[in-house]
């Protein structure tokens, strides 16, 4: 699948690192570095622009290191881009650690798979067909 892209940071587009990979990382495009303190959010741009074909996103998710190693993760996990966003791909990033975190230019931030999705159109009906949970909701299992 091709898609367009608008590259106007200063590393080269995203890639996918391994044959088998599902996300590509995104990179943080700044001037100057950023001081991400504990608890604290910030949107990182990216410099990328992209166009996705009709029936796909982009989801923004975080990078297993970064979260497990330093405690940074992407905010609203995934985070999508609709097809029709034309502006700038950014990463709202959180610290979940005690620690101040810093982002330098072409910092590797968070990962980006595109995947295909449906749109729903609501059936309004009276009663929905038994099923073996039923309404059991949170913790149904009791695992």
Not at 46 to 58: D, R, V
Request: glycine share 10%; net charge negative; proline share 6%.
């Amino acid at each position: 699948m091709q898609v367009k892209i608008i590259n106007r940071s200063h590393h080269p587009v995203p890639r996918y690192e391994t044959p088998l990979s599902a996300g590509m990382d995104l990179r943080a495009n700044i001037d100057t570095p950023i001081v991400l303190r504990p608890l604290e959010r910030k949107l990182i741009p990216t410099g990328i622009f992209i166009a996705l074909p009709e029936g796909y996103e982009a989801q923004v998710r975080p990078r297993s290191g970064l979260a497990l190693k330093k405690g940074i993760t992407v905010l609203n996990s995934p985070g999508t881009i609709d097809a029709d966003y034309r502006g700038e791909v950014g990463v709202i990033l959180v610290n979940l650690s005690q620690e101040d975190f810093l982002i330098s230019d072409g910092d590797r931030i968070a990962q980006m798979v595109i995947s295909r999705f449906e749109q729903a159109e609501w059936v309004c009906v009276e009663t929905l067909d038994e099923t073996e949970r039923g309404t059991g909701g949170f913790g149904h299992s009791g695992v």
